[in-house]
Antibody, heavy 118, light 106 residues
Framework: QVQLVESGGGLVKPRGSLRLSCAAS????????MSWIRQAPGKGLEWVSY????????NYADSVKGRFTISRDNFKNSLYLQMNSLRAEDTAVYYCARGGYGGALDSWGQGTLVTVSS | DIQMTQSPSTLSASVGDRVTITCRASQSITNWLAWYQQKPGKPPKLLIWRASLLESGVPSRFSGSGSGTEFTLTISSLQPDDFATYFC????????FGQGTRLEIK
């Protein structure tokens, strides 16, 4: 069965950096777009970024453009999100999900919590 | 950017009720719309895609309809497991989620 497991979250100071990882299994990772979605505590869902199966196509929400970078390693079946210049408003649970451009998100990880606070 | 507006924000209903949640897009998204269910502390779960297609394993009491800018999610007969928060999502241009509808027990 499809499994997505995020890691790398934690407490970081404003203007700090963090790298999230998502380990995928149970499907052919290299065939799918992948996305990052976040959810601030008690709030709704916000799309963050997606990446194509070959990494040739990426896109970002305006709120993170220029600060976050999505990447993937199809040999390691892993998705990444490099987050720089973090702000308090980036505090959220970050989910990785299968799908993205032109497709619904049909599988989600359990999420990893990122807290940006001094 | 395409904005998605869900209504109502909160819905109180009883087991066995038929309920409908509405999602409106700020511009036409054809049928590039999905519905998700989320329970506290859990990730969202895909219910409906392409506005009306039921995801594998999702009970048939869930149905979706609509096209263009107006969409609905209907639960034909509420079960205890259905009390949760529901989100719509457009994936016509990037991705945008509605603000969510909390379905609570009356």
């Amino acid at each position: 069965q499809v499994q997505l497991v995020e890691s790398g979250g934690g407490l970081v100071k404003p203007r700090g950096s963090l790298r999230l990882s998502c380990a995928a299994s149970g499907f052919t990772f290299s065939d799918y777009y992948m996305s990052w979605i976040r959810q601030a505590p008690g709030k709704g869902l916000e799309w963050v970024s997606y990446i194509s199966s070959t990494s040739s196509h990426t896109n970002y929400a305006d709120s993170v453009k220029g600060r976050f970078t999505i990447s993937r390693d199809n040999f390691k079946n892993s998705l990444y999100l490099q987050m720089n210049s973090l702000r308090a408003e980036d505090t959220a649970v970050y989910y990785c999900a299968r799908g993205g451009y032109g497709g619904a998100l049909d599988s989600w990880g359990q999420g990893t919590l990122v807290t940006v606070s001094s | 950017d395409i904005q998605m507006t869900q209504s109502p924000s909160t819905l109180s209903a009883s087991v066995g009720d038929r309920v409908t949640i509405t999602c409106r897009a700020s511009q036409s998204i054809t049928n590039w719309l999905a519905w998700y269910q989320q329970k506290p502390g859990k990730p969202p779960k895909l219910l409906i895609w392409r506005a009306s297609l039921l995801e594998s394993g999702v009970p048939s009491r869930f149905s979706g309809s609509g096209s263009g800018t107006e969409f609905t999610l209907t639960i034909s007969s509420l079960q205890p497991d259905d009390f949760a928060t529901y989100f719509c999502q457009q994936y016509d241009a990037y991705q945008t989620f509605g603000q969510g509808t909390r379905l609570e027990i009356k």
